[in-house]
């Protein structure tokens, strides 16, 4: 295991190189896309590699011979960080090798600071999962917050793109101070405050819960989860593609990494209702996230709040170990916290798949508005099929891995009403009916998506020369592809992997009782049990035998010819479904969620005009009058602002003063 | 763990059922038309109907992309697998370990994906109407569904529909008020999904009301009869599962062939009964506005969702 | 045998009362609302005969003949003789959308529950876990007065809310006593009554049954 650590060091030493190489020839496209980019995806494989060796290893630390005087830096791996390093890894992997065929000269920043940037976000993020000390762990997450701060604003030449990069940068820098209170709140007055140290104490139930608090604030603005999860939306859009994918499938999971680390492992005992509030906002995110994805027509936009979506399922995973946990049903809290960590997995497979097919979408059509694109499956049919794996990964279905994972996060729901707590097992119940919801409402999103984007006729003429992804984008897509069809075919093998972790956290592995390794059984067969492999032979072979009748028993003729829509004849792209369109059902529905602005057109204006804005809530309700309540706070601090050097200095005077004073 | 004779009874039972799902249709049209004093067109009327669209060419439209082409195929097979997959002979199933209640709710859920993609891939002002009605129908169909199977996988422990028929069919009989709940929260999801009034009207084209219809518009000769079968497969299979968790009784236990050969009759006749009960609700209802589908989808979620709180709170 | 069952049988219509209070509160047309009514108190009645014959309580006879026929029989007729000279058999517009109200109904039931566990778990008699349902059937029955505006479904929904008092009545405790009982039911009759001619009031005043109108009866 001390490998997997010093590999990990070593990685993450060669990421910033090769990004520092990147500033050698800031210019010089074909050094970046043929050499750094392929090189990074190469680190990542190892990464990748020496994470799945050391999964299976016990834990090893090191302290590092740098930091301050006296506060080293401690590094630590064990089954957690390696499954995180694995995911990071495995996902990095392609996008690099995509983004060395996506990356070119834009008008913002240049290629060679991009992949500054890009590696040093990559080599943060790893430090972050190894990281043995509060110390060590604040400055790689600070780290990674404004890499991907300059990487959101790489296009920094447009107003919205600053905007939204400064309120990333705003909630991220909330979400750490969360977070470093919450580690003032961890080492409960020792003053210790590296990670064994803080395993060690022993809390009271109040400071224990403030921490729990303060974690799932902090690690839950990173991650987006309600109400902190306005700066996804806008952040996700305004980055470079590979830069959204990134952010979206590790960056989030980080975060879930951190309260994951602080909840289970620093922490220790855990009390029922930390599991409902965490189940809770999981639920309001998951179901608010993808009610907006449904109303979106800006394609990023639309899987940001569905990553959004998928975070909030974790985080209800993440509270039903909680509550499994806290009254001591081991097995089920494996249970739980397998399908959260498979989750994890899947959703950064299948997220970072989608957001880099709307990269290659975006280069190949310069639009990310949905009502302006349709019928590309013709002209990029690669990317299309790539979507498409994509799309039914993430809407959840069999036998792709979005399913697998849903799948046992609903088994760990039907093992719930054993709890002890009456109202507890009444509005378990209503928590699976809230995540069956939203996992049919994310096939809505999805078929919106794939739909608008990628069939039906082309919307703009100028969709008529889009051209597919190149061979390196498409290296990446198929690797990518690739993962969410074998970790949905085999989900016995992940569940093995799983094992290790949920094995050191909760006391009890699933990876025994899988039945072999073509079935899914969690707990027991009788009681359910999944095979993706036997389920996707037989539609094959249904499919196969149904195809294969029908032509050998009559015949294989058809004409092509013009749609006939009824007999209409005028047939036009325009009379396809718009995006707005498509979301309008769940706009009605779920019409409480949003704040509608409306403008509809009287039976008699000579020029009809039609406007509709729906927006989030939350932001009229709790960000817009905290920016107010600050704004006045602040206007009373104007008073202080002169405009002369001499008075300011003054200030700086009698500040000294007094410190000089009070420190006496 | 898997005998010869589950798969035998494997075996019969998907060819049953894709050769009697369209006989289930003929009957539903019949008892629909007699109720309404029409003459009734013959039982075997959507096997004319198929034989005739299979011996046609396809007609097809100059853009329509591979995925048009391959979509009825898939359904078809995913319909099958469904049916595959409920018990409605015996309870010895070898691909009942392959894929529980849940993974059913989801092999429909893929079909419903398939159609509606297919539904838009033309580009026609219809397809996109009728895909995006259709996912409305869907987003709230199937987690009422996906609470029915869950209230009746409660009961018996488990998500395996062998394992629910065979507790509900052959333990020791218990009355379970919740499946009172769930069972109209089911009939009503089964009218939605399977394009029934009051929600769609499987006799109607041309009409602005149409759900089902108009995402099919597009597809001529083989591809309609795939996704016609299918569609007479998406009515059996319902129709078993609600037999399946509601009338069990007559389900063979295990692969014991006796049992199994006695419980055919036994599954024609029920299937006769609900299909004539299909038809009289048909007949007295009326044909909703579509924006009352959300309303009336949303009442069966919800009952569904009681159905399993009143099994917790009754139940235990 | 049917002893065995007997709990469950009681069980089993307690659901059904919870059913049909839950269509209720779904239901937009008085006519159907109405009808509704009346299979809740046919339901009561067979749970009455049910209970009555469970525990040879020989008095919930008398109940159950008193509930089938005021309830069953005499009230919806008034009712349907009331909306025939009301001339209001059309859809009613409820105040909130049906789903948002269901939602409202399900947290009411799993308050209802909690609140009559430790009532429930106090009683001895065989259906002391109905109690719960009776409970919820009450307090959906007051939503169902709240979110209607026109004056009939608030009638039934106070009518529909004595049904489940009754319930209670009869499963927690096994009935009151006949003297209670009589009064009661006298009470819910007159009540009735008196609340037709109230609606005639209403309606020669507004030209409609709407009690939105009475707001305007407030001082300003």
Known sequence: ?664 | ?316 | MLLHYGPQLVNLLAAILLLLAFAMLSQRRILSLINLFAAQGFVLFLSTMLVAWLTGQNHLYGSAALTLALKVIALPWILHRLIRRLEVKWDVETLLNIPSVMLVGIVLVILAFNLALPISQLAGTVTRSTLGIALACVLLSFLMMITRSKAVPQVIGFLAMENGLFFAATSAVYGMPMVVEFGVALDVLVGALILGIFLFQIRERFDSVDTRHLEKLKEQ
Not at chain 1, 261 to 279: E, H, K, N, P, S
Not at chain 1, 310 to 332: D, E, P, V
Not at chain 2, 302 to 308: E, K, P, Q, T
């Open chain 2, 1 to 316: 763990m898997i005998s010869a004779a589950g798969f035998a009874a494997q075996f019969t039972e998907l060819m049953l059922a894709v050769l009697l799902a369209p006989v289930l249709t003929g009957w539903v049209n019949q008892c629909r038309a007699w109720l309404q004093n029409k003459s009734a067109p013959g039982l075997l009327q959507p096997y004319r109907v198929l034989a005739k669209l299979f011996r046609k060419e396809v007609v097809l439209a100059h853009n329509a992309s591979p995925l048009f082409r391959f979509a009825p195929y898939l359904i078809f097979g995913c319909l099958a697998l469904a049916a595959a997959i409920v018990p409605t002979l015996g309870t010895d199933l070898p691909l009942n370990a392959a894929a529980d209640a849940i993974a059913l709710v989801g092999l429909l859920a893929l079909a419903r994906l398939f159609i509606a993609l297919a539904g838009m891939d033309i580009g026609t002002a219809f397809g996109s109407l009728g895909a995006r009605r259709e996912m409305l129908v869907g987003f709230l169909a199937e987690p009422a569904l996906l609470m029915v199977l869950f209230t009746a996988s409660l009961i018996s422990g488990s998500s395996s529909l062998a394992t629910i028929v065979e507790t509900l069919a052959h333990r020791e009989l218990v009355i379970h008020p919740s499946l009172a709940f769930a069972g109209v929260a089911f009939t009503m999801v089964s009218l939605a999904e399977n394009a029934r009034i009051p929600v769609d009207n499987p006799a109607t084209h041309l009409e602005l009301t149409m759900i089902h219809e108009a995402m099919v518009l597009e597809y001529s000769g083989r591809h309609l009869a795939m996704i016609e079968w299918a569609a007479s497969l998406k009515l059996f299979v319902y129709s078993c599962v609600g037999l399946a968790l509601f009338f069990p009784w007559g389900i063979a236990e295990g692969g014991d062939w006796l049992g199994i050969v006695l419980a055919l009759p036994v599954l024609l006749v029920k299937l006769a009964l609900g299909g004539a009960g299909l038809a009289l609700i048909e007949t007295v209802s009326a044909k909703m506005r579509i924006f009352r589908a959300p309303e009336f989808l949303g009442t069966a979620f919800l009952l569904a969702v009681l159905a399993m709180l009143v099994h917790v709170l009754l139940e235990h």
């Open chain 1, 1 to 664: 295991m001390s490998g997997t650590l010093d590999l990990t060091l070593a990685i993450a030493t060669l990421w910033l190189a090769v990004g520092l190489a990147g500033l050698v020839a800031p210019r010089n496209l074909g050094l970046i896309r043929r050499l750094l980019f392929p090189l990074g995806a190469v680190l990542g494989l190892a990464l990748a590699a020496s994470a799945l060796h050391g999964l299976f290893q016990s834990p090893t630390a090191r302290v590092l011979p740098l930091g301050l005087p006296d506060l080293p830096f401690r590094a630590r791996i064990d089954a957690l960080s390696a499954f995180f390093l694995l995911l990071l890894g495995g996902v990095a992997a392609g996008i690099s090798v995509f983004a060395s065929g996506y990356i070119r000269r834009g008008e913002g920043t240049p290629p060679g600071l991009q992949c500054l940037y890009y590696h040093i976000f990559l080599a943060s993020m790893a430090l972050v999962l190894i990281a043995d000390d509060a110390y060590f762990f604040m400055v790689a997450w600070e780290t990674m917050a404004l890499a991907s701060f300059f990487l959101v604003t790489s296009d920094h030449r447009h107003a919205e793109i600053r905007r939204a990069g400064y309120l990333y940068l705003l909630i991220a820098h909330v979400g750490a101070i969360a977070i470093l209170l919450c580690f003032g709140a961890l080492q409960g007055g020792s003053g210790d405050y590296s990670f064994a140290g803080m395993r060690g104490v022993e809390r009271p139930v109040g400071w224990a819960s403030a921490a729990f608090l303060l974690a799932l604030a902090g690690f839950g603005a990173k991650a987006g989860l309600v109400p902190l999860h306005v700066w996804l939306p806008e952040a996700h859009p305004a980055a470079p593609s590979p830069v959204s994918a990134l952010m979206s499938a590790v960056m989030l999971k980080t975060a879930v990494y951190g309260v994951l680390r602080v909840t289970l492992d620093l922490i220790g005992t855990v009390y029922w209702w930390w599991g409902v509030i965490a189940l809770a906002t999981g639920l309001l995110s998951a179901l608010g996230g993808i009610v907006f994805a449904a109303v979106q027509t800006d394609m990023k936009r639309l899987l940001a709040y569905s990553s959004i979506e998928n975070i909030g399922l974790i985080f209800a995973g993440f509270g039903l170990t909680l509550i499994f946990r806290s009254f001591h049903m081991g097995t089920l809290a494996a249970l739980a916290l397998t399908a959260t960590l498979y989750h994890c997995l899947n959703h950064a497979c299948f997220k970072s798949l989608l957001f880099l097919c709307t990269g290659s979408v975006l280069h190949a059509t310069h639009e990310r508005s949905l009502g302006k694109l349709g019928g590309l499956m013709h002209r990029m049919p690669w990317v299309a099929w790539c979507a498409l794996i994509g799309t039914i990964a993430i809407a959840g279905l069999p036998p792709l891995n979005g399913f697998a994972s849903e799948w046992l996060l609903l088994q760990a729901f039907l093992f719930t009403p054993g709890l002890p707590h009456s109202y507890l097992n009444m509005l378990v119940p209503v928590a699976a009916a809230v995540v069956a919801l939203t996992a049919a409402l994310s096939g809505y999103v999805m078929v919106k998506f794939y739909g608008v984007v990628f069939l039906g006729q082309p919307r703009e003429p100028k969709l008529a020369e889009a051209r597919d992804a190149g061979a390196w984008e498409r290296v990446g897509l198929a690797w990518l592809a690739a993962a969410c069809i074998v970790l949905g075919l085999v989900p016995a093998a992940v569940i093995g992997l799983l094992d290790p972790v949920t094995r050191a956290l909760t006391g009890f592995g699933m990876a025994s009782l899988a039945e072999g390794w073509l079935f899914l059984a969690p707990i027991q067969p009788e009681r359910a049990s999944y095979s993706p492999l036997v389920f996707f032979a037989g539609i094959a072979a249904l499919v196969g035998i149904a195809w294969l009748a029908v032509r050998l028993r009559y015949h294989g003729r058809m004409r092509r010819t013009g749609p006939w829509d009824c007999g209409f004849p005028h047939l036009d792209a325009r009379m396809q479904d718009t995006a707005e369109g498509f979301g309008q059902p769940v706009r009605q529905v779920f019409e409480p969620f949003f704040r509608i602005e409306q403008q509809v057109p009287a039976p008699s204006d000579a020029r009809p005009f039609f406007r509709e804005v729906h927006d989030d809530r939350l932001w009229h309700w709790l960000y817009l009058p905290i920016a107010r309540a600050v704004d006045r706070v602040t206007s009373l601090v104007t008073v202080l602002q002169r405009g002369r050097i001499s008075v300011y200095l003054t200030y700086s005077f009698v500040t000294l003063l007094l410190l000089l004073l009070f420190v006496r």
